[in-house]
C-alpha cells in the first residue's frame, strides 16, 4: 500500500469516527451527480454559443469565431472518440451541425455566407 493510499485511508477513518461523535457538520445543499456538468458538456456549450456569435458578427468576425468554434468541436469529436463514444461523437458532431445551419438562417447582417467562410 503506497505512503498516499495509508494517509488518505487514515483521513477516512478520522473524518467516520467525528461523524459519529456529532462533530461532522452536515453540508447543506449537496451537489447531486445530476448536477455536475462533465467537460464535454462545457466544451460543447461554449462550441454553440461561439456559433451563435459568429452568426450575430461581420464577415472578418465570423471568420475568426468559426475557425475557433471549430477547433474546439476537434478537440471535443476527439476526445470522446479516444473515450470510446463514438456514438456519442456522431450525435455530437450533428447537434453542432444543426446549430451551424440554424444560426445560418438566422444572419443579422444578410451576409448568409461570406465569400471566404469554411466549415
Same mark, same amino acid.
Given at each position: ?5 495509508? *494517509?488518505?485511508?487514515?483521513? *477516512? &477513518? #478520522?473524518?467516520?469516527?467525528?461523524? &459519529? =461523535?456529532?462533530?461532522? &457538520?452536515?453540508? !447543506?445543499? &449537496? ?15 461554449? *462550441?454553440?454559443?461561439?456559433? !451563435? ?5 461581420? +464577415? $472578418?468576425?465570423?471568420? *475568426? ?20 463514444? /463514438? ?15 440554424? $444560426? =445560418?438562417?438566422? #444572419? !443579422?447582417?444578410?451576409?448568409?455566407? +461570406? #465569400?471566404?467562410? /469554411?466549415?
Amino acid at each position: 500500500m503506497s505512503l498516499f493510499s495509508v *494517509i488518505c485511508e487514515a483521513k *477516512i &477513518q #478520522d473524518w467516520f469516527k467525528k461523524k &459519529q =461523535a456529532g462533530e461532522v &457538520q452536515p453540508v !447543506e445543499n &449537496q451537489v447531486t451527480i445530476d448536477q455536475i456538468k462533465s467537460s464535454e458538456t462545457y466544451l460543447l456549450e461554449d *462550441i454553440l454559443r461561439l456559433i !451563435e456569435q459568429a452568426y450575430l458578427s461581420d +464577415c $472578418n468576425t465570423r471568420e *475568426i469565431v468559426l475557425h475557433k468554434a471549430k477547433e474546439m468541436e476537434v478537440q471535443l469529436l476527439m476526445s470522446l472518440e479516444n473515450e470510446g463514444y /463514438t456514438l456519442m461523437a456522431q450525435m455530437t458532431a450533428e447537434t453542432i451541425r444543426q446549430h451551424k445551419v440554424e $444560426n =445560418a438562417g438566422k #444572419d !443579422e447582417h444578410g451576409l448568409s455566407r +461570406c #465569400d471566404n467562410e /469554411t466549415e
